[in-house]
């Protein structure tokens, strides 16, 4: 079996690389990053640097083309600010639309590219690491469990059955996701969640508000935050 996964460089997909990696071995893991137009290039760092420490092989691929109409707060094409207050405080305005950092369409447009770059490369199964905080209030409705199920339908079909998406947090919270990944030891020093591209994580941005509670509730302290 050999893996293909999603690796942005942040927590929850660090995460599931660690888990892939644990399961398949490194040798049989390809990590994908793709920039999408962010307004910066922190979290492509940060895969790079997660590729180069766990010693997969890393593919990036530039999509900035297809969001440039977008007007997403983390694009470098829009007019919003990024919004300084966690998810639960978004979603009281959104009125049941996800919130203003949702890229239109991104893990159906991620997982369709990286169905195709799997194929091309032997894999059996794609791993991302969508989760069910960032689902909650459709916040980001492409990480619910009934997407996932949906593109893990057409991709295994449109792949004449040879491929398949394992989303293993999909039911489950940032807190597990921290507390599986400190187990498997993942490197957190080296991820980046911030939307943010300073030096060290802003600390107010949605992001950053769920990361810090990830680690309090399990009564460890981030280690960009040390
Ligand atoms: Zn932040």
Same mark, same amino acid.
């Given at each position: 079996?050999?893996?293909?996964?999603l690796?942005?460089g942040?927590?929850d997909?660090t995460?599931?690389l660690?888990?892939?990696i644990?399961?398949?071995?490194?040798?049989?893991?390809?990590?994908?990053?793709?920039?999408y137009?962010?307004?910066?290039?922190?979290?492509?760092?940060?895969?790079?640097?997660v590729?180069?420490?766990? *010693?997969?092989v890393?593919?990036?691929?530039?999509?900035?083309?297809?969001?440039?109409?977008?007007?997403?707060?983390l694009l470098?094409?829009?007019s919003?600010? %990024?919004?300084e207050e966690?998810?639960?405080?978004?979603?009281?305005k959104?009125?049941?639309?996800?919130?203003s950092t949702?890229?239109p369409?991104?893990?159906g447009l991620?997982?369709s590219c990286?169905?195709? %770059?799997?194929l091309?490369?032997?894999?059996?199964? %794609?791993?991302? *690491?969508?989760h069910?905080?960032d689902?909650a209030g459709s916040a980001?409705?492409?990480c619910?469990?009934?997407?996932n199920?949906?593109?893990?339908?057409?991709?295994?079909?449109?792949?004449?059955?040879?491929l398949?998406?394992?989303?293993?947090?999909?039911?489950?919270?940032?807190?597990?996701?921290?507390?599986?990944?400190t187990k498997?030891?993942?490197?957190?020093?080296?991820?980046?969640?911030?939307?943010?591209? *300073?030096?060290?994580?802003?600390?107010?941005?949605?992001?950053c %508000?769920?990361?810090?509670?990830?680690f309090?509730?399990?009564?460890?302290?981030?280690?960009?935050?040390?």
């Amino acid at each position: 079996m050999k893996a293909l996964v999603l690796s942005s460089g942040g927590l929850d997909s660090t995460t599931c690389l660690a888990l892939a990696i644990e399961k398949f071995g490194k040798e049989n893991v390809i990590a994908l990053s793709v920039f999408y137009g962010q307004k910066h290039d922190k979290e492509l760092q940060a895969a790079k640097k997660v590729a180069e420490y766990y *010693g997969v092989v890393h593919k990036s691929l530039d999509l900035a083309e297809i969001f440039k109409d977008s007007d997403c707060s983390l694009l470098q094409g829009s007019s919003q600010e %990024i919004p300084e207050e966690s998810y639960d405080e978004q979603l009281k305005k959104t009125d049941g639309k996800p919130v203003s950092t949702y890229v239109p369409f991104r893990n159906g447009l991620f997982l369709s590219c990286a169905a195709s %770059i799997a194929l091309s490369n032997g894999c059996d199964v %794609i791993y991302y *690491g969508a989760h069910s905080d960032d689902a909650a209030g459709s916040a980001y409705p492409d990480c619910s469990d009934e997407f996932n199920k949906a593109m893990n339908e057409a991709i295994y079909l449109g792949s004449g059955k040879e491929l398949h998406i394992e989303a293993p947090f999909v039911l489950l919270t940032k807190v597990d996701v921290v507390r599986i990944g400190t187990k498997l030891k993942v490197p957190y020093e080296l991820t980046w969640s911030c939307y943010e591209g *300073g030096d060290k994580p802003c600390g107010k941005c949605g992001t950053c %508000i769920d990361r810090r509670k990830a680690f309090e509730l399990n009564g460890l302290v981030d280690p960009l935050e040390v």
